[in-house]
């Protein structure tokens, strides 16, 4: 059987469901309704084969083709964890079987899992090598990861072994579209809806390229009537209404654009609420954590001791931190163009550390209270999750970069007292806008900016977090203003150069071709394509009334960085004299160490 199946018109990225049937159910031999599942398959008949399978899973069925069908039903339903489950039971009972290994994948991805995802299709593949979907599944995989080569070489593979594959050619048509070329990507997606009309990813990829081709009106006709149509998932109807909302944005409907984004949000946060909703969320445990250290004494703090670098250990070590949309992957692509640099990307390099002290209100106290011989073993844990990432650090300037590690800053000073912070910082109401307007993958951090009031708290939290850290291990970071760095690009990374002790290269500046050869996984890799975008300068003004309801909740932030004494969004530090304290040097206390001196735009 093909490849892909026709769900009422639209064909469903690669989920091949066998005739034959690889294995049995605890009981016995199939019985009926595998039987009539397979008839309702081989003449076509998804919706009869899938309500099949579901009535008969209810009742107890227990067979590696029931519950994948069974599970295609509960997607469709938006049903993620459900399907999650039985399909788990379809891969236990059958682990050979590369079509319940590679509808495990596909409902994984659709979870923001992707890595878990990538080994199941590699599962798949490796028991049936043949298996198009599965390449052009594993490329998806490895596009979410921001393995962006891997993914390409991927869907060609699967092109090789089907022509016209539409998953393969729907995720050339994404990569093309992050790579900055939108004609090519509006071809191909072009390609995919010729031979599968309406197929739901192409639309979107074909509509995202049209917004950027200045055919805005012309994606929101598409995207309506996307979203007017009964059979795609709850979760391709999300991702229509996100990029709805940048096509009413590009004709200036801004109150229909926020209405639309928040849709987005909102929907995306009930698909995935079963996984992150039932435990102690990540605001709330970082918003007790800001007020735990508010409460904390500076006497409280026992600083670290210096430590010796190790021969494998970097010459400089760096987090670059602050949050996300505040510019740290474009600070991090242009580091990475330095011969002398090191740069990570974001990975979780602090896990370890962090479900040991930051998961509870006592975990602080016990590593305020940690001795060396405590931490040792920790910070072990962390160079060892960085060499598994593929990076070797010895003797290079290392840049660890990830937004929200600024919520892990006492993790970061207790562990690693010589390295030096870089914090990137951004006018918060472009901050909250811009995270609920970007697709994230799904974590417990990222969760929480489905909405604008999350994003808002979140980003108190750990603004509050930074600041009190500083205060009690006193810190000296040197900040990077995305205003500053659009206005005045070769003075910020002068700056920044000269903080890390390396003198500035012509290569660095050439960020936007590095996309495609180091990979992005995070929102901005089609944005950074385009290079420097001084129209995201306050794009908050657009939306003025929408972020009323938390402007109280940033305004402590807006006001201690300066951004209300600037119309322009840059902050008057260009004028102060050298040595001076500026209001952003004032907004953090302990960042306040270095900052950079720009015009004005």
Known sequence: MDSTYTFGRFRVQGRPLSLAGPGCSAAGEPGEAVEAARIAIGRGDLEAATAIAGKAVRGGADHPLLLNLAAAELERAGDLEGALGLLQRAVWIAPGDASARNALGLCLESLGRPEQALGHFDAALASKPEFAAGHANRGAALEA??????????????????????????????????????AQARELALQVLAAGPGYPPAVTILASAEIALEAARRAEARLRALLADPRPSPLQKADALGRLGDALDAMDRFPEAFEAYAAAG?????????????????????????????QTPPKAWRPTRHIASGRDEPAVHVFLLGFARSATTLLEQVLAGHDEVRALGERETLLDATSAYLGGPEGLDRLMAADEGELGPWRQAYWRRVREAGVDPAGAVFVDKHPFNSLRLPLVARLFPQARIMFAVRDPRDVVLSCLRRRFNLNPLTYELLTLEGSARLYAAAMGIASRTNELARLRPHL????????????????????????PTAAMADFAGRIRTRGVNTP???????GLDAGAVGQWRRYAACLEPVIPILKPWI???????????????????????????????????????????
């Open 480 to 503: 990077v203003r995305h205003e500053q760095l659009t206005a005045d690009f070769g003075g910020e990374i002068a700056r920044v150069c000269e903080f890390l002790g390396v003198g």
């Open 145 to 182: 990861l921001g393995e962006l080569k891997a993914a390409e070489a991927a869907y060609r593979c699967a092109l090789e072994l089907a022509p016209g594959q539409l998953a393969a050619l729907a995720g050339l048509a994404s990569l093309a579209g992050r790579f900055g070329d939108h």
């Open 266 to 294: 909102a929907e995306r946060r009930r698909l995935h609420a079963p996984r992150f909703a039932g435990r102690a969320g990540a605001l709330a445990t970082a918003e007790s954590l800001a007020r735990r250290l508010d």
């Open 524 to 530: 901005s890799a089609a944005q950074l394509t385009r």
């Open 559 to 601: 006001e201690r960085f300066g951004y209300a004494e600037s119309p322009c969004g840059v902050l008057p530090d260009a004028e102060a004299p050298e040595g001076s304290a500026s209001s952003l040097g004032r907004a953090l206390d302990g960042l306040g160490g270095r900052v950079g001196r720009s015009s004005r735009i």
